[in-house]
């Protein structure tokens, strides 16, 4: 499948949370936690991410406290991890097109083994929490990221990445996110990672 999606920054939390209420359907709130291993010659990059889901009822979503503790969650999930490898594209500056692969295991420990003696090392990492809807064809996560705040993820996923498919998604991204409120000079073409080595000062492996 190939993933094409869209970000942009999110000041009004409770007034999206209001859009997105009355739009589309709540499906969960999760905490993810994300290691990314890089090989710096070839320039692969691996994603380990460990996966909680906090609750699946719409009525614990309470868009005043966002983002609210972890820890103050009762009905959490047992974590998954959830190893990730994507070919990525940026289009029109802003739009990812991704190619992506996806496999679970049981521990991370041997995997990591297995990739620093492949010489891959860590690049970044980072911790969300999302709550997330579905609009229509369009995936939508609330992200709250420490360090760099709330953003809106919109997702689409398609057979194709053919131009038309491509510029179909686009059109729809583009409306869905002004249906929710946010205007696109809100759009953040940047990845997490980049915006995170700024934050933190951090050279790029």
Not at 11 to 18: C, I, K, R, T
Not at 39 to 63: D, G, M
Not at 116 to 131: H, N, T
Request: charged share 30%.
């Amino acid at each position: 499948m190939v993933e094409i999606e869209l970000k942009a920054h999110v000041q009004d939390v409770v007034s999206l949370a209001a859009q997105l209420e009355q739009n589309a359907q709540f499906q969960r709130c999760c905490y993810k936690s994300d290691t990314y291993w890089k090989e710096s010659q070839k320039q692969i990059q691996i994603r380990i991410r460990e996966e909680q889901t906090l609750f699946t009822e719409s009525h614990f979503f309470q868009a005043e406290q966002w983002p609210f503790e972890r820890a103050a969650i009762q009905s959490a999930d047992k974590e998954e991890i959830l190893v990730t490898y994507k070919q990525k594209e940026l289009r029109e500056a802003a739009f990812e097109v991704n190619q992506e692969h996806e496999f679970h295991v049981d521990k991370r420990e041997p995997l990591e083994t297995f990739l620093q003696d492949a010489g891959f090392v860590v690049s970044i990492k980072k911790e969300k929490l999302v709550a997330a809807w579905q609009w229509d064809e369009v995936l939508l996560e609330l992200c709250s990221i420490p360090e760099l705040g709330n953003f809106l993820e919109l997702e689409i996923l398609c057979d194709s990445d053919s131009p038309p498919v491509v510029a179909g998604a686009h059109k729809t991204l583009r409306k869905v996110l002004v249906a929710c409120g946010i205007q696109e000079d809100a759009i953040e073409s940047r990845y997490y990672s980049q915006l995170l080595q700024e934050v933190r000062g951090q050279q790029q492996v």
